[in-house]
T-cell receptor
Framework: QKEVEQDPGPLSVPEGAIVSLNCTYS??????FMWYRQYSRKGPELLMY????GNKEDGRFTAQVDKSSKYISLFIRDSQPSDSATYLC????????????FGKGTLLTVNP | DAGITQSPRHKVTETGTPVTLRCHQT?????MYWYRQDPGHGLRLIHY???????DKGEVSDGYSVSRSKTEDFLLTLESATSSQTSVYFC???????????FGAGTRLSVL
């Protein structure tokens, strides 16, 4: 079993839709959870960072962590064509030189 | 971009030649990381550094070496490039006092 599983998609939605992106993980030592957005031919950029279970909201984006189920989600409300990108989940345990484990990414296309 | 510069941005080389990629940061971050990104594999850690002259291997370190002789520069060397090392290479730094990594723009390497 891989440490982090993420459905690669691709996911195609109409503009204005609510998007749900998900990752599951197996390592119970993970304490920090991140979502990165990566546009084509660019580097990943941090979108959301959460430490504890529960929800964190930032504008149209909500990150959700359920440590008991080892499941994290990213919700995008009122999706826009500019949200079209690959979304990567990442997790870390704090120790071990702050290394992160990444999901393989989900390619999202928002159609106007 | 967290003050990270990767060079070159693009490189085409031949099998068997040595290649060095450079990551330069301007904000005195202690931790630096080299990843490669390939379709179907996501981001995989090659090597990382936790200080000047302090480096360690990641999950895909075979065929790669690194050096860090000063805080601001982290070099990744392919001693004898192979076609399997054709990839996009990203450098990242750990934010000060954070468990978050910030990425450079990437180097696209083709080994023919």
């Amino acid at each position: 079993q891989k440490e982090v599983e993420q459905d690669p998609g691709p996911l195609s939605v109409p503009e204005g839709a609510i998007v749900s992106l998900n990752c599951t993980y197996s390592n119970s030592a993970f304490q920090y959870f991140m979502w990165y957005r990566q546009y084509s031919r660019k580097g990943p950029e941090l979108l959301m960072y959460t430490y504890s279970s529960g929800n964190k909201e930032d504008g149209r984006f909500t990150a959700q962590v359920d440590k008991s189920s080892k499941y994290i989600s990213l919700f995008i409300r009122d999706s826009q064509p500019s949200d079209s990108a690959t979304y990567l989940c990442a997790m870390g345990s704090g120790g071990s030189n702050y290394k992160l484990t990444f999901g393989k990414g989900t390619l999202l296309t928002v159609n106007p | 971009d967290a003050g990270i510069t990767q060079s070159p941005r693009h490189k085409v080389t031949e099998t068997g030649t040595p290649v060095t990629l450079r990551c330069h940061q301007t904000e005195n971050h202690r931790y630096m990381y080299w990843y490669r990104q390939d379709p179907g594999h996501g981001l995989r850690l090659i090597h990382y550094s936790y200080g000047v002259k302090d480096t360690d291997k990641g999950e895909v370190s075979d065929g790669y070496s690194v050096s860090r002789s000063k805080t601001e520069d982290f070099l990744l060397t392919l001693e004898s490039a192979t076609s399997s090392q054709t990839s996009v290479y990203f450098c990242a730094i750990r934010g000060q006092g954070e468990n978050i990594q910030y990425f450079g723009a990437g180097t696209r390497l083709s080994v023919l």
